[in-house]
């Protein structure tokens, strides 16, 4: 199946060489061809994350690439070719990708090939104008909170909780009945993360001696696991109000690395990409509203600024608009 009105070029923004943010620059390249397995995607929106410069640095570059790369594995558009394999997904279907290798290249392009199952169906409630932004850090989140595995009632601390991956994982965690504890970034984070229904909201920048007796006044048993989305020194003090043979759980990629110490169990993850974590995913987030927070939205022509954003201090997602 293939829309008619396909073209044999796209722009897209690209690097020939390993670098800083001045690599990427724009060109006409393309459109990749699909396998039987894959589909193409129409491009309207791609999410920019710290990921996308390792790749441009050259530390995390997918398996198969070859230059010049197109960066980005999330993205959501609309379907307008499905490979003869293709069952769940047809020509005109809203979608959003996590693509976790991508050899045709990524998301920062008017039009992207991917393997079909690391798409799903937009859900309801997702604007395709945000849905870009998530796929990536809505995963983790979720490989997160399976990696803990508690039960509905239970107490949970989510450090970082105003960052990309931590505001998606206060409104999963709450579908999933936990009580939470979201220690965000200053008071814009505080704002964001209690109008997305954190049971306790605390600045992170604050003093720490207070912070630990909030939560112990909000949890005076202890919280049952603790969701680092950063490291530091405030999270390491933030073990203190776990109960005895708690777990902090963080996604690979957090530095520091949370310290190991007595009584505290520390477990390293990774997200997943897969159809059935994508299914579950939507059902969690068709059970209530649900926000994608993007601080800033950028043109594909402003990538390198996009970049640099990302080097600075924000609450949420980062965002390409393509179409």
């Not at 609309?78 to 003869?84: H, K, L, M, R, Y």
């Not at 109008?195 to 207070?210: E, F, M, N």
């Not at 969701?227 to 043979?245: F, I, K, Q, S, W």
């Amino acid at each position: 199946m293939v829309d008619g009105d396909v073209p044999e070029r796209m722009q897209a923004a690209a690097f020939d060489e390993f670098g800083g943010p001045e690599v990427i620059t724009l060109r006409k390249l393309p459109i990749p061809k699909i396998a039987d397995d894959e589909v193409l995607i129409k491009v309207w929106s791609a999410g920019v994350g710290v990921w996308d410069a390792y790749e441009r640095e050259g530390v995390l570059v997918p398996e198969g690439s070859a230059l010049p790369i197109v960066p980005g594995p999330d993205g959501a558009g609309t379907v307008v070719a499905a490979g003869s394999q293709v069952t769940d997904l047809a020509v005109g279907d809203l979608v959003y990708v996590c693509a976790t290798t991508r050899p045709k290249g990524g998301f920062y392009a008017e039009y992207a090939a991917t393997k079909a199952q690391y798409a799903a169906k937009l859900p309801d409630g997702v604007p395709v104008e945000h849905a870009g932004a998530m796929p990536t850090d809505a995963l983790t989140a979720l490989a997160g909170l399976d990696t803990l595995s508690l039960s509905a009632g239970a107490w949970l601390l989510i450090f970082g909780a105003s960052g990309g991956q931590g505001h998606l994982a206060v409104q999963l965690a709450k579908r999933q009945g936990l009580n939470v504890i979201a220690v965000a970034s200053g008071a814009d984070g505080v704002a964001l993360v209690t109008r997305l229904g954190a049971d306790v909201s605390l600045d992170g920048h604050g003093d720490v001696t207070d912070v630990l007796a909030r939560i112990r006044e909000a949890a005076p048993a202890g919280v049952n696991a603790i969701l680092a989305m950063a490291g530091g020194e405030t999270l390491d003090r933030l073990t203190e109000a776990l109960v005895d043979a708690g777990v902090v759980a963080y996604p690979h990629g957090v530095r520091p690395e949370p310290h190991e110490r007595p009584g505290v169990v520390v477990r390293a993850y990774d997200g997943e990409a897969s159809p059935g974590q994508l299914q579950r995913l939507n059902e969690l987030i068709e059970a209530g509203p649900f926000v994608v927070h993007v601080a800033e939205t950028f043109p594909l022509g402003k990538v390198r600024e996009a970049h640099q954003r990302l080097q600075t201090s924000y609450a949420g997602k980062l965002l390409l608009t393509i179409s």
